[in-house]
């Protein structure tokens, strides 16, 4: 995982769906400066859940890691936006 605990998670592109390693993130909408709150989400025993700011659509996929997702580039750093 990252080195600052919780993954960040975007949908810039307007993926109709996100699939994700981590089942306890952060969404921040769009990156910034079109960004929502940024708000923790943890799925829980459900393989998906939608972010109630953005609607997007994040589902749990056991083979990605850390801060891998489908499709590519939906990672926020939140070390290099600091």
Do not use: W
Request: hydrophobic share 35%.
């Amino acid at each position: 995982m990252a080195d600052h605990g919780v993954p960040h998670f975007h949908n810039d592109s307007g993926a109709p769906a996100i699939r994700i390693g981590a089942k306890e993130f952060m969404c921040v909408g769009a990156l910034p400066p079109l960004d929502h709150p940024h708000i923790f989400i943890d799925m829980g025993k459900d393989d998906e859940v939608v972010c109630p700011y953005c609607s997007t659509l994040y589902k749990y996929d056991a083979s990605l890691h850390g801060e891998e997702t489908v499709p590519p580039g939906c990672a926020y750093d939140v070390a290099q936006a600091a």
